[in-house]
């Protein structure tokens, strides 16, 4: 057990918003960085102060809560297909179809009902600051001390890596084999550092800022992650507990 898992579950729950009160807690965060912090929406919009949309009636959510100040600081939505229209597209098919198509980028292979798209991937500055205020925790991956210190009070890492967890649960819970998104590239930087890779589906768009249209298969991903960053897997899996390792996998490594 490594010493990023344990520090992540000292500090950290990844929580299912399985009722209503959960969901409106996400809903709260997502017009708390989609509307106030970033300005991506317009704040008239919702006046009950929380983001929604039409994709919501077929999505799953996830939030991660900070053990010490109780206070939930992110969260993750995973759009399903939707049971009404199997080829409904996903906000990301929607947006960015052209340049896709332009790539040479074919989704047909992949099964609708396995097809799910990672959105409104969110960490709040303001209630992250709360949790912040609690002893900080040492960021285990840094390059050295410096980086340690400067990321100590954000937590962006725990919090981010609680998420995927979160994704991967989601994921598994509905039968999601293969992922679609739009990350900023920095975003995809960051995950870089943790094994986490994404197959770029075409140019940066600009939609919510500068975003790289992508697209993952889940086996892909997590054996990439264990390969590389096995601490990282073992917080994101559980130990492979929601999402067993593939054999190919476990022989690329010991190989």
């Known amino acids: 057990m490594s010493e990023l898992y344990n520090t992540f579950h000292n500090h950290f729950d990844v929580v299912s918003a399985d009722t209503v009160g959960l969901m409106e807690t996400a809903f709260r965060i997502r017009y708390q960085v989609y509307c106030v912090e970033r300005s991506f929406e317009d704040q008239a919009a919702f006046p009950e102060q929380m983001e929604m949309d039409d994709y919501d009636m077929h999505s799953a959510h996830t939030l991660v809560r900070c053990k010490t100040s109780g206070q939930y600081t992110g969260l993750v ?3 399903l297909p939707d049971p009404v229209d199997m080829n409904k597209p996903l906000p990301m098919e929607k947006f960015c179809q052209s340049g896709m198509k332009a790539s040479g980028i074919d989704l047909s292979s992949i099964p609708r009902a396995s097809l799910a798209e990672v959105s409104r991937f969110s960490i709040s500055k303001e209630l992250k600051s709360l949790c912040s205020r609690q002893p900080a925790i040492s960021v285990v991956g ?10 100590d009070p954000q937590m962006m890492p725990h919090i981010a890596l609680g998420l995927f967890a979160g994704i991967v649960r989601m994921s598994a819970q509905n039968n999601i084999t293969h992922w679609l998104s739009v990350m900023e590239p920095t975003f995809l930087r960051f995950l870089s ?4 890779y994404f197959q770029k589906t075409g140019p940066v768009v600009d939609y919510h800022g500068k975003r790289q249209p992508a697209v993952a298969s889940i086996d892909s991903v997590l054996s990439g992650i264990y390969a590389q960053r096995q601490d990282a897997w073992e917080i994101i899996t559980d130990f492979g507990n929601v999402w067993p390792l593939s054999k190919d996998a476990k022989h690329f490594v010991m190989s």
Request: no cysteine.
């Open 77 to 79: 939505r995973l759009v």
């Open 142 to 151: 840094a390059e050295n001390e410096k980086e340690n210190k400067a990321a």
């Open 193 to 196: 550092r943790y094994g986490i």
